[in-house]
């Protein structure tokens, strides 16, 4: 018991906070004794109940831990009624006559799909539907999901059926801050009108034209390659980085009595299940250990790994059937992004601050505003939360507007079944409607308002492999084709993922949640001495020390995925290009903000000198989401960097607020 105690204690307390209040210690202890599960298997159920209640209920205290645990008892009596129901038909089908035998029509109503009939059941007559090829799926009223006229009143089907949506107009605490970050910065002053020109200057450090490859053409011998390369390349910089000769390196599946460092790929013995230390092999380059895969012991260190980190470890071999690890080398960090001294003066004076100015006046800063898809809820196609944003963004007069796709998602219920009207339009027949004429409404409308009202604005649009209006379905994914679309000209179209600089701050951008997988696959061994508790610092801290967007490899199966509200109710998942995966990779430098909308609550933190930033969704399933506001000050130069003439580094860090709010 004390082992549990400890355990749920270390999933559930969140710093500075160690230990769980006892009543909430003793909701949580019950539900695994009832469910007979393991902390763990609570932690994946409690993050599966957080997503589906929306960013209201997402705070564990002893009455939301009173109501997952109502809510896990209801879907257990909701299984057992369905498994109830499918036993007693099959006696019924096993011992009595069927029904359509004393009617007249065939026995086992084998013909009712080739002739149309007329079928009485308990006085009541129903036309059976005529033969022919359906269009889309249908929802019957017993499940509340009629065929809407205005596209709102459609409730999915899901296994949340027993959780009420909250309308967005009905929402509460609009605007309310729940994170902040450098609070002792003040929030941005809007001008009394709009700036007359935009004070961003966008640039892309990334190739996007490298996008635009032929999906669903992966190649085997290619994919092995890029695998293979990111070793190699990760040991040279190992190498350089602890000054260690070539003779210290050498295969971990070689039996061996020295001690050897082996570069190579955290890997599990099993395609399924999770990782654990007793399936963990390191998988090692054609080139250094002939591509063999060896069992690690790690018994002695004390470290977080993930299926496709690269790791260096120093150990032997000593018996030839496993490579018992004694230390984990440190991975070298990119070094910081860093500018001319006369860069940065040009982008200070492009927000109207000289030097002798003073740099820490509010309406001088820059005003970015950072949402993440979906941006309605399951229950309707008003796009409210984004309607609102653009509004938000309006008032406050952003100079940047960041929106991370999904926008018309393909796990959204009724965009899935096709079942749903659009708002009326003069310039669209209704039944000669496509879905780009439904991203233009929806979608495009409001961002033209905008860009009409706020003519010097510069928005970003990053697409989602969610996106139903994107024909490139693998990551790495090309950008949205945004003349078709209706975008105004202020729209950029960028890749997932992408790197751009915002005048000289270098930005990191990617739509993937790699974060809710690393959390899923993360496995933990040793002490908790000198490990970060913080796991909304620790999964960040993977991404930015290994060098890549989705380090993780293989990508989570989807069916382990939060359920969606279609009738499949299963995630698309990642449908990764691993020939393409260097597109995903960070060459050049750290950048100084790093972007990753995840399902884990929403934070902004520094972690390595990087601000990490996590909006959240602009709208939950079942209720309004969170975006993020950012007030970024001009970088004031000392005498001392001034006189010394080198590069700068941009210390965004230090210079920028960030409120995580409600929309």
Not at 373 to 378: E, H, I, L, R
Not at 410 to 433: K, M, N, Q, V, W
Request: charged share 25%.
């Amino acid at each position: 018991m004390s082992a549990t105690v400890e355990e749920l204690n270390e999933i559930f307390a969140i710093p500075p906070v160690n230990e769980l209040p006892p009543e909430i210690l003793g909701e949580l202890q019950s539900i695994c004794r009832l469910h007979s599960i393991s902390p763990k298997e609570l932690s994946y159920k409690w993050e599966s109940y957080s997503i589906k209640m929306g960013s209201e209920q997402t705070r564990l205290d002893l009455s939301t831990a009173r109501a997952f645990k109502k809510d896990l008892q209801e879907i257990l009596e909701r299984e057992a009624r369905s498994k109830s129901h499918v036993r007693s038909a099959d006696r019924r089908g096993a011992y009595a006559t069927p029904r359509n035998a004393a009617k007249g029509g065939d026995a086992f109503g084998m013909l009712d799909t080739i002739t149309p009939i007329q079928r009485s059941t308990g006085g009541s007559n129903k036309r059976k539907a005529p033969f022919e090829t359906p269009s889309v799926p249908k929802f019957s009223k017993a499940d509340g999901m009629s065929s809407p006229s205005d596209g709102r009143s459609l409730t999915a089907q899901t296994d949340q059926s027993s959780i009420q949506s909250v309308a967005f107009v009905e929402r509460q605490n609009p605007g309310q801050i729940i994170e902040t970050l450098n609070g002792h910065l003040n929030n941005y002053e809007p001008p009394i009108a709009p700036h007359s020109e935009s004070r961003v200057k966008l640039t892309a450090n990334t190739d996007l034209k490298k996008f635009r490859y032929r999906p669903m053409a992966m190649h085997l011998s290619e994919a092995s390659e890029v695998l293979d390369d990111r070793i190699d390349e990760f040991q040279v910089l190992i190498q350089a980085h602890h000054s260690l000769d070539d003779s210290a390196f050498g295969n971990a599946a070689a039996q061996g009595t020295n001690q050897i460092i082996a570069v190579g790929r955290i890997a599990s013995d099993s395609s399924e299940g999770k990782l654990n230390a007793a399936s963990m092999v390191l998988e090692m380059s054609r080139r250094t250990g002939a591509g063999l895969r060896v069992p690690l012991k790690v018994d002695s260190v004390s470290y977080e790994f993930f299926p496709g980190q690269i790791v260096a470890v120093r150990g032997i071999n000593a018996s030839g059937d496993y490579f018992a690890v004694d230390e984990v080398l440190e991975i070298p960090l990119l070094s910081l992004a860093a500018s001319q001294q006369s860069t940065i003066d040009s982008f200070n004076e492009r927000l109207g601050v000289t030097e002798d100015e003073d740099h820490s006046i509010p309406s001088k800063a820059l005003n970015l505003i950072i949402a993440s898809g979906p941006y309605t809820a399951d229950d309707n196609i008003a796009f409210e939360p984004l309607n609102t944003l653009c509004k938000r963004a309006e008032e406050t007069c952003a100079d940047m507007l960041i929106l991370i796709g999904p926008f018309l998602d393909t796990e959204h219920p009724l965009l899935a079944s096709g079942d749903f009207d659009l708002p009326d339009d003069p310039s669209i027949e209704p039944d000669r409607a496509t879905l780009v004429d439904a991203f233009r409404l929806l979608i495009a409308k409001p961002l033209q308002a905008l860009a009409q009202a706020i003519p010097s604005i510069t928005i970003v649009c990053i697409p989602s492999t969610r996106d139903i209006m994107n024909k490139h379905v693998s990551w790495p994914q090309d950008n949205l084709p945004g003349k078709k679309l209706g975008l105004p000209k202020q729209a950029k179209m960028v890749s997932n993922p992408v790197t751009v600089s915002i005048n000289e701050i270098v930005v990191a951008i990617s739509a993937q949640d790699i974060l809710y997988e690393l959390r899923r696959e993360e496995l933990v061994v040793g002490n908790k001495n000198g490990r970060e508790n913080n796991l909304l610092a620790r999964l960040p801290r993977h991404v930015i020390q290994q060098r890549h967007f989705f380090p993780l490899y293989p990508p989570v199966d989807r069916t382990l995925l939060p359920k969606t509200g279609t009738e499949e109710g299963v995630a698309v998942g990642l449908p990764m290009d691993v020939s393409y995966l260097k597109l995903g990779e960070w060459l050049e430098a750290r950048p100084d903000m790093l972007i990753q909308p995840s399902a884990l609550p929403q934070f902004a933190k520094v972690v390595e000198n990087v601000l990490v930033v996590n909006p959240g969704p602009l709208s939950k399933r079942k209720g309004a989401g969170t975006f993020a506001q950012m007030t970024v000050y001009p970088r004031k130069l000392t005498e001392q960097e001034r006189s010394e003439g080198k590069l700068v580094a941009h210390r965004l860090f230090e210079r920028a607020r960030v409120d995580v709010a409600r929309i």
